[in-house]
């Protein structure tokens, strides 16, 4: 597959059921989210455009005896998370179309209040009340499309009611009128209107940006990281007008009237800032209180928040102080017809972008052999287009290559320079063991050891630990500082290799001015409660694990005559890991954490003026790596130190289904005084029946059940130590859980209410009691000591709790005088893979960038993509067998191309900067018959029945069409005028 084309890949795939062999139309829908997604069990009704401009009606018979006129269109009912899908007919698609979202009759619609404080009328935060009698949002759009998005709350209301209002001039000549009266609903007033209250409010799409709850911030919304913070903007604003309401003591309906006449009234305007008028600064105050106090709210129930909401509220802060000194200014807003004019031919513009984005992509580094050389016309069509200039790709190629065959001149040196470092480490442990008398390299007063111009120096740590007051410690650093010069093979060869690994001293200031030296360190962690005055030699004494931290080191080395200068920082911490049950084995490390930043830059290229000042220009590349591992404290690895291939997979001979024998001795005891709490001294006991489960050279686990007869019935679980006496007490407990149900041994043993034992090293093992008569029902002795086998149900495995690495580069064209930047160029990933098969990955990667906004590189002329793509799996238990558990597989994707400069559009010098999003999800049940259509184990996984997989591409904030895997390996985008694009070569 190629990589060029995996983008697509990963938003498109379904069925190859044959569109000419279905004999009716497939139903179409739009769908969004109402008010700031709080509003649940609305009634929403999709209503088309009559050819008088009036939103459609037809006449039906009343319950009460006549006719009565109701809209047009399909209703729906809005979710306990706001959200609905509402059907459009066949003849909508393509037109104006009005969504209007009232109160049910039951009174049964609901809205969630969103302020801390509470809303209106003693509306409690959190908790719903009943929406007023006339309650009514509306959503107008002029080009309603199959699965297009379509929020509905009063920012979009104003759209509409802006878009429906003609101005009349009763007093004047008629040249400027300001009177607003009903009007008509039509294509261009529609989209007029809501670019109109884009700009009002800068949001980027009123109508297709889902706006965020303050109050639901905590929750996975399943958005990008690029759109976030937005969206999160947007609900605050949505949620604001419960605040305005609550403060000119109104309910929304009442408020949202009059700021619906305001509008109006100022003919699309708002006062910037009043005292006496709904303005955008006590609108931005309201959304920015509200926000904070969620914030605070939410961080006090100890639930985790997205980084991008302090990002929105550092919008609002910039907005609010903008519009400081606007006293009764009206704003200025103005959409131009030519604006609107494109929009309507968006879809044409989607296809013919889309076909040139996919001639690009396929031949993304310029490999066709036709490929445009640098500066062709984009209109060309007499060679292939490619994504980045392939002047460039040779360029950074050659840079590449050039830096390889320094690493690559400069890896042995470096390899036999860090071995050297280990050496040396031991080498001091050893000599501030035994003193070193007589060797003139060691200072035993300073605990130093110096060879060949890098001084190791031994420094206890003190960790906190109440040894340390009889100077015996459980940490030590060895500092290093200076430099090894790694001599190459040959002296005599001018072109041979040259390596230095350079420990620089870095020097910082305290906040009380005092001054503060950092060193490289190696620093070694060992256990025990005495602690040690001097660090034991690690090779006898295993310690717990290392600390690593090189916070500037600088490499320069020339390998043929080639200069080239690193510069590295580095952290990594390793843990300890035993085998618990076999102690003999030799303790393995892991990595937990890792961080590192390396910089290569040349030799100055030449000079240039920036700003009045003289710079000198190198080429520079810049890679930075971040990363934790998931349960690196209890696999036990194969090798002794890290490898890469020590992730995703378990230790030899430990796959799930191993038998170790005799692996648990149980013990059942019936009636037994236990101790139950303990409080100043003062101890309780109950009686209780337990089971012990020795796990054989581990330790002891309990299970005590208490009953009613001297206290509240539970179940609670305890550790167990062995004391003085030879005698089992337990040491530490959780809090009891209450039941109401008879617990028994038995009953724990028979419902499996004992579950797995983890043991380090291994993995999570199931006591295999015996039964029989395989009826569930097993064999239990009570009062003695029984042994058991043991089944690994589920070996340990490393993960990447999280991986972040970002690439990037700043190369020269020419030298000396002719010397001048070429563009920029970066690579961001972020990595979460807990397990194989579950994963999330974001990739933002950019060219000729200007500026990050979030990660997506933009710019004038940049060329850039974000894609993320989240992988998951759930269970239930089936509907009409609770014991069957069925295993689902989700898959959530997400790609943002972003192109500045296209030329396809317009004929402005520069061009102009157009993004398109693909978004996909996927859905199948594993170990079924089918075949599944998502990324993962899609060769080798089978599913249940269908699965469910589409992608949908939005140009320029709307949705214009659906991406599908139509035959084997071809993707097809379906633009909704029947148009369609085949992906790929």
Same mark, same amino acid.
């Given at each position: 597959m190629s990589l060029v084309l995996l983008p697509f890949l990963l938003v498109a795939c379904s069925g190859n059921s044959s569109s000419s062999s279905r004999k009716t139309e497939p139903v179409k829908y739009v769908n969004g989210y109402i008010g700031s997604s709080g509003v649940q069990n609305a009634l929403i009704q999709a209503v088309p455009i009559d050819v008088q401009g009036q939103t459609a009606t037809e006449l039906v018979d009343a319950e009460e005896g006549g006719q009565k006129e109701v809209y047009v269109g399909a209703k729906a009912s809005s979710t306990e998370a706001a959200y609905y899908q509402v059907e459009l007919r066949s003849d909508d698609i393509g037109r104006p179309v009005t969504l209007i979202v009232s109160g049910k009759d039951d009174n049964s619609t609901k809205e969630r209040c969103e302020l801390v404080d509470g809303c209106y009328d003693g509306w409690p935060y959190l908790g719903t009340d009943t929406v007023p009698q006339?309650? /009514?949002?509306? #959503?107008?759009?002029?080009?309603?499309?199959?699965?297009?998005? %379509?929020?509905?709350?009063?920012? &979009?209301?104003?759209?509409?009611?802006? #878009?429906? &209002?003609?101005?009349?001039? +009763? =007093?004047?000549?008629?040249?400027?009128?300001?009177?607003?009266?009903?009007?008509?609903?039509?294509?261009?007033?529609? $989209?007029? @209107?809501?670019?109109?209250?884009? #700009?009002?409010?800068?949001?980027?799409?009123i109508i297709s940006l889902r706006p965020l709850a303050p109050s639901e911030l905590y929750k996975d919304s399943g958005l990008a990281s690029a759109i976030k913070q937005e969206s999160i903007l947007y609900g605050a604003i949505i949620a604001a007008g419960q605040q305005l309401a609550l403060e000119r003591g109104q309910d929304q309906v009442d408020w949202l009237a009059d700021l619906v006449d305001a509008l109006l009234h100022n003919k699309g305007q708002l006062y910037q800032r009043s005292a006496t008028q709904v303005s955008l600064y006590g609108i931005y105050s309201a959304a920015r209180a509200v926000l904070q106090n969620n914030r605070q709210y939410i961080q006090a129930q100890n639930y985790s928040l997205p980084s991008e909401l302090n990002g929105a509220i550092a919008e609002l802060d910039q907005r609010i102080a903008a519009l400081q000194d606007k006293n009764d200014q009206l704003t200025a807003v103005d959409i131009p017809a030519s604006q609107v004019n494109d929009w309507l031919d968006r879809i044409n513009n989607a296809r013919a972008f889309m076909a040139d984005l996919n001639e690009r992509l396929v031949n993304y580094k310029g490999q066709d052999p036709n490929t445009c050389p640098s500066g062709t016309p984009q209109t060309d069509s007499s060679c292939v287009h490619s994504f980045i200039d392939p002047a460039y790709v040779t360029k950074t190629v050659e840079y590449y290559d050039a830096l390889n065959s320094i690493y690559e001149g400069i890896a042995p040196q470096l390899a036999e320079?860090?071995?050297?470092?280990?050496?040396?480490?031991?080498?001091?442990?050893?000599?501030?063991?035994?003193?070193?008398?007589?060797?003139?390299?060691?200072?035993?007063?300073?605990?130093?050891?110096?060879?060949?111009?890098?001084?190791?120096?031994?420094?206890?740590?003190?960790?906190?630990?109440?040894?340390?007051?009889?100077?015996?410690?459980? @940490?030590?650093?060895?500092?290093?500082?200076?430099?090894? *010069?790694?001599?190459?093979?040959?002296?005599?060869?001018?072109?041979?290799?040259? #390596?230095?690994?350079?420990?620089?001293?870095?020097?910082? &200031?305290?906040?009380?001015?005092? /001054?503060?030296?950092?060193? =490289?360190?190696?620093?070694? *962690?060992?256990?025990?409660? /005495?602690?040690?005055?001097?660090?034991?030699?690690? *090779?006898?004494?295993?310690?717990?694990?290392?600390?690593? $931290?090189?916070?500037?080191?600088?490499?320069?080395?020339?390998?043929?005559?080639?200069?080239? $200068?690193?510069?590295?920082?580095?952290?990594?911490?390793?843990?300890?890991?035993?085998?618990?049950?076999?102690?003999?084995? /030799?303790?393995?490390? +892991?990595?937990?954490? %890792?961080?590192? =930043?390396?910089?290569?830059?040349?030799?100055?290229?030449?000079?240039?003026?920036e700003d009045g000042k003289e710079i000198e220009l190198k080429d520079l590349a810049q890679l930075t790596l971040s990363a934790t591992a998931s349960n690196a404290a209890n696999y036990y690895s194969d090798s002794v130190w890290p490898e890469l291939d020590d992730y995703f997979r378990v230790r030899r001979g430990f796959e799930s289904g191993v038998i170790e024998s005799n692996l648990f001795e149980y013990r059942i005891m019936e009636n037994q005084t236990v101790l139950y709490s303990e409080v100043n001294g003062v101890k309780v006991f109950r009686q209780a029946d337990y089971i012990d489960v020795d796990i054989k050279g581990y330790g002891i686990n309990r299970l005590e059940i208490f009953t009613s007869a001297d206290g509240v019935a539970g179940l609670r679980k305890c550790s167990v130590v062995i004391n003085d006496a030879n005698e089992r007490e337990t040491s530490v407990c959780t809090q009891l859980s209450e039941s109401t149900e008879t617990l028994t041994v038995q009953k724990l043993v028979d419902d499996d209410l004992l579950g797995l034992f983890s043991i380090p090293g291994r993995g999570a093992y199931r006591p295999l009691f015996p039964d029989s008569n395989n009826d569930g029902h097993y064999e239990l002795i009570t009062g003695t000591d029984v042994l058991l086998d043991g089944r690994l149900e589920a070996a340990f495995a490393q993960g990447i709790n999280e991986l972040n690495l970002r690439a990037a580069h700043e190369l020269t064209d020419g030298q000396g005088s002719s010397v001048e930047r070429a563009p920029l160029a970066i690579v961001d990933v972020k990595l979460t893979r807990n397990t194989k098969d579950e994963w999330e990955l974001a990739v933002a990667a950019g060219y000729d960038y200007d500026y990050l906004v979030d990660v997506l590189p933009t710019g004038e002329r940049a060329q850039s993509l974000y894609l993320s793509y989240l992988i998951g799996n759930s269970s239930a238990a089936d509907e009409n067998d609770k014991d069957i558990i069925r295993n689902f597989t989700f898959e959530l994707g997400g790609l943002i191309i972003y192109r500045g400069g296209v030329k396809l559009f317009t004929t402005a010098e520069k061009g102009e900067s157009i993004g398109v999003t693909l978004a996909s999800r996927v859905d199948y049940e594993l170990n079924g018959s089918g075949q599944p259509c998502g990324v993962i184990n899609r060769k080798d996984e089978i599913v249940t029945g269908n699965c469910n997989a589409v992608g949908y591409l939005t140009y320029r904030n709307s949705i214009v069409g659906v991406i599908r895997e139509e035959r084997d390996g071809v993707y097809v985008v379906r633009f909704s005028d029947g148009q369609f694009l085949v992906l790929g070569g």
């Open positions: 006339d309650y /009514e949002l509306r #959503a107008s759009v002029g080009n309603a499309q199959n699965n297009m998005r %379509i929020n509905i709350n009063w920012l &979009t209301h104003l759209a509409s009611a802006l #878009a429906y &209002t003609s101005y009349i001039d +009763n =007093s004047g000549d008629g040249s400027n009128p300001d009177t607003p009266r009903a009007g008509i609903y039509t294509d261009f007033t529609i $989209e007029r @209107a809501n670019l109109w209250l884009n #700009a009002l409010f800068g949001i980027s799409d320079g860090t071995a050297d470092v280990r050496d040396r480490v031991l080498e001091l442990i050893g000599c501030v063991n035994s003193g070193c008398v007589g060797d003139a390299r060691y200072d035993a007063a300073s605990k130093t050891l110096t060879v060949d111009g890098l001084v190791l120096t031994m420094v206890p740590v003190a960790v906190g630990a109440d040894i340390e007051k009889q100077g015996k410690y459980n @940490a030590f650093d060895i500092q290093l500082l200076g430099q090894m *010069v790694v001599d190459p093979d040959d002296t005599t060869n001018p072109l041979d290799t040259v #390596a230095v690994i350079k420990f620089n001293e870095v020097k910082s &200031t305290s906040d009380n001015g005092e /001054e503060i030296k950092k060193y =490289s360190r190696v620093r070694i *962690v060992y256990s025990g409660e /005495e602690g040690f005055a001097v660090p034991p030699d690690p *090779v006898t004494t295993p310690p717990l694990g290392y600390d690593l $931290e090189w916070p500037d080191v600088d490499i320069p080395a020339t390998v043929n005559g080639v200069r080239q $200068e690193f510069s590295l920082y580095f952290s990594a911490k390793l843990i300890g890991v035993d085998d618990a049950l076999d102690l003999s084995l /030799e303790r393995h490390y +892991n990595l937990t954490t %890792i961080a590192l =930043s390396l910089i290569a830059s040349s030799d100055t290229k030449g000079t240039i003026t």
